[in-house]
């Protein structure tokens, strides 16, 4: 049995809590939060945990074997550091840290103390990406020469059920859309072509969030950004906190004897075509679990490293970081190299 302590306790967290009911080998035993409405929340939703307002409290535990961190972004790395410092396993929230030094300091954190880190990105372990992945290692359409990837909803006030303002807030959250939901696609093209990231050409903007004052967000509420990789794969992401709608979550992969379309046909998730445009479409049963914890629980008990360990993600943060570099300097930036130097 993994026992868990919870830092934070907003709509992530949340909804943390409801996929560990279901993981049998998963208890959560303190939850620790500064505010008293979310005190209460996890009371009530958590009634065998100890409910705890310093962070501290949580960290030094005797009853607690793993940290999940749910905390601002700003936050992530002092604590995960407080954790592994108290040779407790950790899994984090993306993005990992706010800085590429931060992300490092705490891979070698966990390898320094004997522990595993593990970073939240959850889409590549939604059963339809799976799929898509043992299709393209089947070679279904050859491959992959150029890709298009875009992802976006009306934004966290939308769906964080407080409304956390700090994701709005640049010393809490440090970076927006991008960070928020392009970073779920970086790390989804990595794991779906087996390629990285090497040199990014993005514009990171604020187009149309305003805070109460009617001031532009600190924050970016849209990127674009086209990726070239190491396999030889380009193309594009979008990531968007404006789309006032219904929300916008597909990749298109298109190869050397045909084309990939997933969340695209709403229909079907995943539909092949190959080159006399035939179409065969793959339906999979709706899951409303992350598959984050599942992952983390079994690497913990196997003593194996995560899928996505904090080295893992290296990768992914250094193509956000670097699209950010991009962005501000109006030009192609290289990343994932051994001749890159720190942003």
Request: glycine share 8%; hydrophobic share 40%; with cysteine.
């Amino acid at each position: 049995m993994m026992r868990f302590g919870i830092l934070g306790y907003g709509g992530i967290a949340q909804r943390f809590v409801g996929d560990s009911a279901q993981v049998r080998e998963a208890e959560i035993t303190v939850i620790a939060s500064r505010t008293e409405a979310k005190q209460k929340a996890a009371a009530s939703a958590v009634k065998t945990a100890q409910i705890v307002d310093q962070y501290d409290a949580c960290l030094s535990s005797p009853n607690v074997d793993c940290v999940y961190i749910a905390l601002p972004h700003l936050m992530h790395k002092e604590m995960a550091m407080a954790a592994l410092a108290q040779h407790k396993h950790v899994l984090v929230e993306k993005p990992m840290a706010v800085t590429l030094a931060e992300c490092e300091s705490m891979v070698a954190a966990a390898e320094f103390n004997g522990k595993h880190l593990m970073v939240g990105h959850n889409m590549r372990f939604d059963p339809v990406h799976r799929r898509a992945k043992e299709l393209l290692e089947a070679g279904v359409i050859g491959d992959i020469i150029t890709f298009r990837t875009t992802i976006g909803n009306a934004g966290p006030e939308g769906w964080s059920p407080d409304r956390d303002a700090w994701f709005f807030d640049k010393d809490k959250a440090a970076m927006g859309a991008l960070s928020d939901l392009g970073i779920h696609k970086l790390d989804l093209l990595q794991y779906l072509t087996g390629q990285t990231v090497i040199e990014t050409t993005a514009k990171v903007m604020t187009l149309n969030k305003h805070d109460d004052h009617g001031h532009f967000i600190g924050v970016d509420d849209n990127a674009l950004c086209i990726l070239r990789m190491n396999g030889g794969a380009v193309g594009t992401l979008a990531a968007s906190w404006t789309v006032y709608g219904k929300e916008c979550n597909s990749t298109c992969l298109y190869g050397t004897k045909g084309i990939m379309l997933i969340y695209s046909d709403p229909g079907a998730p995943i539909v092949v075509r190959d080159m006399s445009n035939t179409s065969t479409a793959y339906s999979f049963e709706a899951s409303t679990r992350s598959g984050v914890i599942d992952e983390f629980v079994d690497a913990l008990e196997q003593n194996r490293e995560p899928e996505v360990s904090g080295k893992e993600a290296l990768s992914t943060m250094r193509a956000i970081f670097g699209s950010i570099k991009s962005s501000e300097i109006g030009r192609t930036v290289s990343v994932n190299t051994s001749f890159v130097n720190h942003l």
